[in-house]
């Protein structure tokens, strides 16, 4: 059953069930409004007929003969009020003196000089009603069941425009998923309202957004992968043809460099493979207490050489111990490698890296800083995205693939830190790394 239907049914019904028990209430509350006036007229007759009896009895000296006199005034129009049918009359003693003589309702004295001398009644059972009070109730019944047809049809009317204009926005929403799921991307929800429905609108838009933003990065990775991986092989596939057909010889040089490049595209292949696991979130930690100052040491200490023959110059400051995380040692000397690794490839000769760890309360900072060329603030942004290189660094080479950083940020990340990149004061880029300071205790 479609949502609309499901709508227009519960709305109805509610509606129908609704003006049903309006007009039950209207109508109970009308009849008995209508029994206490008629009990309230019948109370005024008996209070007036007492007042005439006691006329008479006052007369007569007693109620000699009152039955006949009643029996007249039933034949009579005189213009008097009529006796009501049932009417009871006791004396002062509680004999019945005409009337039946049946429990009575509505019991009213008849005094004369002060002394009560009779009671008049009725039977007791509902109130009488006459002929006018009858048909005025059968009339209002009849009003009743005639103004609620119309009241219905409202109902129903207003039911299914309620329904048609609480689904329409869910039907437009859907035939827009539809389009997202048909591959059109760029389709956008025009909802312009203010409540569930409109912030149901910007979650589709915003997810639509996502939706393409993720394939145009698909695609560009897809064509930054090929790029990467074509020029190596390229590179293999020409110099594999010159030595089959003779053109060079396969001296030990010429071999070497086949061998780096070689090297090269395992190295782009293990990247891509830890980066593609990182954004699976299937990249392994093995979380144990790690001595993060004696691994920067050691990977410094490593390093300096590659600095040295580069012509930079390359420091450390740090703690004389510690500090002590509890993290996964392999990729934060990972992470420390890559960090060197750009500053080395980036900084120019006769420059400077200087590497700081300090740590304070609960917080980890590894700085990693060089002395230039510096980067504007547009290129910093971009600076760990896969495969972005600046636009001077056309060395290969040299420069790599530009997968280094963005596995950096996948690091720190799965650590529950964060990784930044800021103009440095020594001229060229300032890395940042904060982790928290998970303690091994």
């Not at 979130?281 to 300096?304: C, I, K, N, W």
Request: net charge neutral; with cysteine; hydrophobic share 40%.
């Amino acid at each position: 059953m479609r949502l609309r239907t499901r709508f227009f049914m519960a709305f109805a019904g509610f509606s129908i069930v609704l003006l049903l028990s309006l007009a039950a209430l209207g109508q109970w509350a009308f009849e008995r409004g209508l029994d206490q006036y008629l009990g309230q007229r019948q109370q005024q007759t008996l209070t007036r007929l007492a007042e005439d009896f006691a006329g008479y009895y006052q007369r007569q000296g007693s109620f000699q003969g009152v039955r006949l006199r009643a029996l007249i005034r039933f034949q009579e129009d005189d213009g008097r009020e009529p006796l009501p049918p049932g009417l009871i009359l006791r004396d002062a003693s509680g004999t019945v003196l005409f009337g039946p003589d049946i429990p009575s309702l509505g019991d009213t004295a008849i005094v004369v000089d002060g002394n009560v001398v009779g009671h008049l009644a009725l039977p007791a059972r509902p109130p009488m009603h006459d002929r006018f009070s009858e048909r005025f109730q059968q009339r209002q019944w009849r009003m009743v069941v005639m103004g609620m047809v119309p009241g219905l049809l409202l109902a129903l009317l207003a039911s299914w425009l309620l329904a048609r204009h609480l689904v329409r926005p869910l039907e437009t929403s859907t035939r827009f998923a539809g389009q997202l799921a048909g591959g059109k991307l760029d389709a956008r929800l025009a909802l312009e309202r203010r409540d569930e429905i409109g912030s149901l609108a910007d979650s589709l838009n915003a997810l639509a957004t996502s939706l393409q933003q993720a394939a145009s990065a698909r695609e560009r990775w897809l064509a930054d992968i090929s790029h990467e991986l074509r020029t190596p092989v390229a590179i293999l596939r020409g110099e594999l043809e010159a030595l089959e057909d003779g053109i060079r010889q396969p001296t030990r040089e010429r071999l070497g460099a086949l061998g780096e490049e070689v090297s090269h595209l395992s190295r782009l292949l293990d990247d891509l493979h830890d980066l593609a696991l990182a954004d699976a979130g299937a990249l392994r930690y093995t979380f144990a207490p790690t001595d993060m100052g004696q691994l920067l040491a050691g990977l410094v200490e490593s390093a300096a050489p590659r600095f040295e023959d580069a012509g930079l110059a390359l420091q450390c400051e740090r703690p004389a111990a510690g500090p002590v995380l509890f993290a996964d040692g392999t990729r934060l000397r990972q992470l420390c490698d890559n960090l060197l690794q750009n500053a080395l490839r980036y900084t120019d000769r006769g420059g400077l890296c200087r590497v700081t760890l300090s740590s304070r309360h609960t917080q980890v900072t590894l700085v990693v800083e060089d002395s230039g060329p510096g980067l504007d603030q547009e290129a910093l942004a971009r600076l760990f995205d896969p495969f972005w290189r600046h636009p001077q660094a056309s060395d290969r080479a040299r420069h790599g693939a530009g997968l280094g950083l963005a596995i950096c940020q996948r690091i720190v990340h799965a650590h529950g830190g964060q990784i930044d990149a800021q103009p440095s004061p020594l001229g060229g880029v300032r890395i940042t790394v904060e982790l928290p300071g998970r303690s091994a205790s």
